[in-house]
């Protein structure tokens, strides 16, 4: 199964139902219309009621003072306040906004790096390959995990692992997780960290590209550098975009970490205040769920204006050799 | 050449070092005493503490075997709900025509991409006013969800396992006079039994590591769960606790990680499927 689905063009929206709908065979459509929706039935629900109303909710709740603790009643519409708030009267969001960006944009292409890196240096068969895999698949299974984050802020605090690492150089190292300057670079460092994940999706596209390529370049001489910017490259970049776009969704979730580090606060001076511990802070600390479900909002916003950044620039990278696949 | 030749092999064996280190300072400090814990750098504790770990377990009001077996609830209701109710989406998308399809399955990929703190404030006010939070039995928010096939990524994962199983099966049952719902017992149901071992695997290890939603659910001592409760560690800072919360911390992760050994192969081909998350 995982070399049949691998690919990324996987991701893209299958022609396969409609077309199959227009060849289908009246005769079985009934009985199949009928049981096709008794079988998705949870899943309508579920779109419903755990997806669709509690945006529109949400949406509502945007624009009231809506705060969890009083009832219904005591909830007021208040319009554009949340939203004007949010841009001119909270800092912290602003802060917020900043460490989010700064930890995705960081983050990810270093994590993607890592994972390409590493992933073409087990590409080639050979014994212990697959040990090697599963090891450095290890940390992405752990590393959004509590306790993984709590060692991690142990490592990088004054008598960590860390400082004890630099002391061998006659470095004395500080408290980093509580110096403004280098917290984020820890979180940064532990997402890093887990770069199994895209690197396994990286090996099974690294195993599609033809062989035939690099024996071609091989014999016009290429350099192994040459082989890898035009062949490697162009012919993985539909799996560099795939790994891209989760990486960066993900990276603009990261919270646990973050939480772990500053104990719930984004501390210090609000350089770990993430925008989704932002969210937490405003909703549950401070019970303004109307000004959380603002937020919310401009999260979902964002998040779908980066994406559909990422998708028009893939335009002008990513090369599908296979066609329509 | 040689030099060559060794570049490759150095260069992981530096990296796996790298790679382990975290894991194998926590396994070591999880065993250092109080004072060793602050002041022994070296990766292995020079006096052996197993203390750490009963001082862990009963450092707090409620025992901490109290928050594994709630953990192992709720991993095991996801776990549960997440197989039933996904297999029989990906059924009706894979294998049943029906009106609008196309459209619901965009729907779904669509749901893939959404990130969950979106919706989290009116999940919580939803559910608040079901009763549902707090209470005897405060679950309900964290696995009703999952028996709706909220989890999409499950869903895109056996409809792409099922587009694998041949069709000429599913036509010779319908010839034998099976109906949609005998084609998913006898044909799907047993055929799609690896997809089912990969989504139990990866909805145990995440929802057994999810911390946002069971922080937001849970406020209840007795009712928490082992992320959450560590979390408690850090709240009492007191650096004598440092031993202690390592210890936890060590027992926490010890179900993924034997997961982790038991399906190797399994998880690392899983997560190639569809390639989300991880």
Same mark, same amino acid.
């Given at each position: 199964?995982?070399?049949?689905?691998?690919?990324?063009?996987?991701?893209?929206?299958?022609?396969?139902?409609?077309?199959?709908?227009?060849?289908?065979?009246?005769?079985?459509?009934?009985?199949?219309?009928?049981?096709?929706?008794?079988?998705?039935?949870?899943?309508?629900?579920?779109?419903?009621?755990?997806?669709?109303?509690?945006?529109?909710?949400?949406?509502?709740?945007?624009?009231?003072?809506?705060?969890?603790?009083?009832?219904?009643?005591?909830?007021?519409?208040?319009?554009?306040?949340?939203?004007?708030?949010?841009?001119?009267?909270?800092?912290?969001?602003?802060?917020?906004?900043?460490?989010?960006?700064?930890?995705?944009?960081?983050?990810?292409?270093?994590?993607?790096?890592?994972?390409?890196?590493?992933?073409?240096?087990?590409?080639?068969?050979?014994?212990?390959?697959?040990?090697?895999?599963?090891?450095?698949?290890?940390?992405?299974?752990?590393?959004?995990?509590?306790?993984?984050?709590?060692?991690?802020?142990?490592?990088?605090?004054?008598?960590?692992?860390?400082?004890?690492?630099?002391?061998?150089?006659?470095?004395?190292?500080?408290?980093?997780?509580?110096?403004?300057?280098?917290?984020?670079?820890?979180?940064?460092?532990?997402?890093?960290?887990?770069?199994?994940?895209?690197?396994?999706?990286?090996?099974?596209?690294?195993?599609?590209?033809?062989?035939?390529?690099?024996?071609?370049?091989?014999?016009?001489?290429?350099?192994?550098?040459?082989?890898?910017?035009?062949?490697?490259?162009?012919?993985?970049?539909?799996?560099?975009?795939?790994?891209?776009?989760?990486?960066?969704?993900?990276?603009?979730?990261?919270?646990?970490?973050?939480?772990?580090?500053?104990?719930?606060?984004?501390?210090?001076?609000?350089?770990?205040?993430?925008?989704?511990?932002?969210?937490?802070?405003?909703?549950?600390?401070?019970?303004?769920?109307?000004?959380?479900?603002?937020?919310?909002?401009?999260?979902?916003?964002?998040?779908?204006?980066?994406?559909?950044?990422?998708?028009?620039?893939?335009?002008?990278?990513?090369?599908?050799?296979?066609?329509?696949? | 050449?040689?030099?060559?030749?060794?570049?490759?092999?150095?260069?992981?064996?530096?990296?796996?070092?790298?790679?382990?280190?975290?894991?194998?300072?926590?396994?070591?400090?999880?065993?250092?005493?109080?004072?060793?814990?602050?002041?022994?750098?070296?990766?292995?504790?020079?006096?052996?503490?197993?203390?750490?770990?009963?001082?862990?377990?009963?450092?707090?009001?409620?025992?901490?075997?109290?928050? +594994?077996?709630?953990?192992?609830? #709720?991993? *095991?209701?996801?776990?549960? /709900?997440?197989? %039933?109710?996904?297999? $029989?989406? !990906?059924?009706?998308?894979?294998?049943?025509?029906?009106?609008?399809?196309?459209?619901?399955?965009?729907?779904?990929?669509?749901?893939?991409?959404?990130?969950?703190?979106?919706?989290?404030?009116?999940?919580?006010?939803? +559910?608040?006013?079901?009763?549902? #939070?707090? *209470?005897?039995?405060?679950? /309900?928010?964290? %696995?009703?969800?999952? $028996?709706? !096939?909220?989890?999409?990524?499950?869903?895109?994962?056996?409809?792409?396992?099922?587009?694998?199983?041949?069709?000429?099966?599913?036509?010779?049952?319908?010839?034998?006079?099976?109906?949609?719902?005998?084609?998913?017992?006898?044909?799907?149901?047993?055929?799609?039994?690896?997809?089912?071992?990969?989504?139990?695997?990866?909805?145990?290890?995440?929802?057994?590591?999810?911390?946002?939603?069971?922080?937001?659910?849970?406020?209840?001592?007795?009712?928490?769960?082992?992320?959450?409760?560590?979390?408690?560690?850090?709240?009492?800072?007191?650096?004598?606790?440092?031993?202690?919360?390592?210890?936890?911390?060590?027992?926490?992760?010890?179900?993924?990680?034997?997961?982790?050994?038991?399906?190797?192969?399994?998880?690392?081909?899983?997560?190639?499927?569809?390639?989300?998350?991880?």
């Amino acid at each position: 199964m995982a070399t049949t689905t691998a690919r990324p063009s996987s991701t893209r929206p299958p022609a396969g139902p409609a077309a199959a709908q227009r060849r289908g065979r009246p005769a079985r459509h009934r009985t199949d219309g009928i049981a096709g929706y008794l079988f998705l039935s949870p899943w309508l629900l579920g779109l419903l009621t755990i997806t669709a109303i509690p945006m529109l909710m949400s949406l509502y709740l945007s624009f009231t003072n809506y705060d969890v603790l009083s009832d219904w009643e005591s909830m007021e519409w208040v319009g554009l306040d949340n939203y004007r708030t949010m841009f001119t009267d909270d800092p912290s969001f602003w802060h917020a906004v900043q460490t989010t960006l700064v930890f995705a944009l960081v983050a990810t292409p270093l994590k993607l790096a890592a994972a390409l890196g590493v992933a073409l240096l087990l590409n080639r068969p050979f014994k212990g390959a697959g040990l090697f895999r599963g090891l450095f698949y290890l940390p992405s299974l752990l590393g959004g995990s509590v306790a993984l984050a709590i060692v991690w802020v142990n490592m990088f605090n004054r008598d960590g692992a860390f400082n004890s690492f630099l002391s061998w150089f006659g470095i004395e190292g500080k408290a980093w997780v509580n110096d403004p300057d280098f917290a984020l670079g820890t979180l940064i460092l532990l997402a890093v960290w887990q770069f199994g994940a895209p690197m396994v999706i990286f090996l099974a596209g690294l195993k599609q590209v033809p062989v035939e390529l690099y024996e071609a370049a091989s014999v016009d001489g290429a350099s192994p550098w040459r082989k890898f910017i035009n062949i490697t490259l162009p012919m993985l970049s539909p799996v560099i975009f795939f790994n891209l776009v989760l990486e960066t969704i993900n990276g603009f979730q990261g919270f646990t970490s973050a939480f772990v580090l500053s104990n719930g606060t984004g501390g210090p001076v609000d350089s770990t205040l993430m925008y989704t511990l932002h969210l937490y802070i405003k909703g549950w600390n401070e019970y303004q769920m109307g000004y959380a479900s603002a937020m919310a909002w401009v999260f979902l916003l964002a998040i779908g204006l980066v994406t559909a950044v990422v998708f028009r620039t893939g335009r002008f990278w990513v090369h599908y050799s296979d066609g329509e696949d | 050449m040689t030099l060559q030749r060794l570049a490759r092999p150095v260069t992981l064996v530096l990296l796996s070092a790298v790679v382990l280190y975290p894991l194998v300072w926590m396994l070591g400090s999880s065993f250092k005493s109080q004072s060793e814990v602050l002041n022994n750098m070296s990766i292995l504790p020079n006096e052996w503490t197993p203390g750490n770990y009963s001082d862990g377990w009963s450092n707090f009001d409620v025992s901490f075997g109290r928050f +594994f077996v709630n953990s192992a609830m #709720v991993a *095991g209701l996801t776990v549960v /709900a997440n197989c %039933i109710s996904c297999l $029989l989406a !990906a059924y009706a998308f894979a294998r049943l025509k029906f009106k609008l399809r196309g459209f619901w399955f965009a729907i779904m990929i669509g749901t893939l991409l959404l990130p969950g703190h979106v919706l989290i404030v009116p999940q919580f006010v939803m +559910f608040k006013t079901f009763g549902w #939070v707090g *209470g005897d039995w405060p679950y /309900a928010p964290l %696995i009703v969800p999952q $028996l709706l !096939a909220t989890e999409a990524f499950f869903v895109f994962l056996m409809v792409q396992f099922m587009r694998g199983v041949p069709r000429e099966l599913d036509e010779a049952a319908i010839i034998d006079g099976c109906t949609p719902f005998g084609v998913f017992r006898h044909v799907i149901l047993p055929l799609s039994r690896p997809a089912l071992v990969s989504t139990a695997i990866f909805s145990f290890i995440w929802t057994w590591n999810d911390f946002f939603r069971q922080l937001v659910y849970l406020s209840d001592l007795e009712k928490y769960t082992a992320p959450v409760a560590l979390t408690l560690f850090i709240d009492s800072s007191g650096q004598s606790s440092v031993g202690p919360m390592f210890a936890m911390s060590v027992l926490s992760l010890a179900p993924v990680f034997l997961f982790f050994v038991a399906f190797q192969r399994l998880l690392v081909e899983g997560i190639n499927t569809s390639g989300l998350k991880g």
